[in-house]
């Protein structure tokens, strides 16, 4: 079990507006992604954290923004919400050691309109 | 870059019978090799990874997968499908077993249909 809490599991906003997903996990665990998934594109990578305040982009970060002011919370920022940003978005963590792999929250469906 | 690639969008299988879904990768080393199934409406659940040594790997729900590095391929393979093996189904690889700054590298999905 990840122990991964997304919230909300769904909303929808307008285009222009900002939207704040959030990712609580239970463990400890230093290494927290986020990833959108799109039909026909499988899951992409849109930032990680590799501890407080440690976070960096990946594939597809344009128009996103992530924070991590403590271990169990990462969130997920759209500063200006698109239709393109329509999505489910997915946070991960990483367990400890080094072959420990990806374990996934049940997810975020957003909706822009 | 790595990537993956799953060649079947769709699959139908009779309950009962045996399964395969291809998988074929391309990265420059030694992979970190996954296979998650994700269920209508929730996250991805890990069935089995591969990272070094026996190339045959064992998960759960009966799954196995094999590593063959001459094809760049991680197939994976059910001997007797049930039911509720219906679902999409993803194969990744990875630098790293989390993926570290690249992140996994996912295939599009196979979704599997089981008939009764």
């Known amino acids: 079990d990840a122990g991964i809490t997304q919230s909300p599991r769904h909303k929808v906003t307008e285009t222009g507006t900002p939207v704040t997903l959030r990712c609580h996990q239970t463990?400890?665990?230093?290494?927290m992604y986020w990833y959108r998934q799109d039909p026909g594109h499988g899951l992409r990578l849109i930032h990680y954290?590799?501890?407080?305040?440690?976070?960096d982009k990946g594939e597809v970060s344009d128009g996103y923004s992530v924070s991590r002011s403590k271990t169990e919370d990462f969130l997920l920022t759209l500063e200006s919400a698109t239709s393109s940003q329509t999505s489910v978005y997915f946070c991960?963590?990483?367990?400890?050691?080094?072959?420990?792999?990806?374990?996934f929250g049940n997810g975020t469906r957003l909706t822009v309109t | 870059a790595q990537s993956v690639t799953q060649p079947d969008i769709h699959i139908t299988v009779s309950e009962g019978a045996s399964l395969e879904l291809r998988c074929n990768y391309s990265?420059?080393?030694?992979?970190?090799l996954f296979w998650y199934v994700q269920s209508p409406g929730q996250g991805l659940q890990l069935l089995l990874k591969?990272?070094?040594?026996?190339?045959l790997v064992q998960g759960i729900k009966g799954f196995e997968a094999e590593f063959k590095r001459s094809q760049s391929s991680f197939n994976l393979r059910k001997p007797s499908v049930h039911w509720s093996d219906a679902a999409e189904y993803f194969c990744?690889?990875?630098?790293?077993?989390?993926?570290?700054?690249?992140?996994?590298?996912f295939g599009k999905g196979t979704h599997l249909i089981i008939q009764p």
């Open positions: 591969y990272f070094s040594g026996d190339t």
């Open positions: 463990e400890n665990h230093r290494y």
């Open positions: 991960a963590n990483q367990g400890q050691g080094n072959n420990s792999p990806l374990h």
């Open positions: 990265y420059g080393a030694t992979p970190y």
């Open positions: 990744a690889v990875g630098a790293e077993p989390g993926g570290g700054a690249d992140g996994l590298t």
């Open positions: 954290s590799y501890g407080v305040k440690d976070t």
